[in-house]
């Protein structure tokens, strides 16, 4: 049971640092990121569930754009 827990903990804390990398990066990254996405507003919602599950991969690639960009 010790171990059920332990796994639910860890996957609502991968969860929670998913919908903040989420939030900060439609805020503020993806226009940065495809200057076509300016302005669309309605499909953003759209992405959130992919960075979620795949928000390493999403911060990884944000910020190695960010690096070659400067």
């Known amino acids: 049971m010790e171990a059920a827990l332990l796994i639910i903990?860890?996957?609502?804390v991968?969860?929670?640092?998913?919908a903040g990398?989420?939030?900060?990066f439609l805020v503020?990254?993806?226009?940065r990121i495809d200057?076509?996405?300016r302005g669309a507003y309605a499909f953003r919602p759209l992405l959130?569930?992919?960075i979620l599950m795949l928000w390493p991969v999403t911060l990884?690639?944000?910020l190695a754009l960010e690096r070659n960009r400067s």
């Open 35 to 37: 200057p076509a996405a």
């Open 28 to 31: 503020f990254g993806l226009d």
């Open 60 to 62: 990884w690639r944000w």
């Open 9 to 12: 903990s860890l996957v609502k």
């Open 21 to 24: 990398v989420a939030i900060v």
């Open 14 to 18: 991968y969860g929670m640092i998913g």
């Open 48 to 50: 959130v569930p992919g």
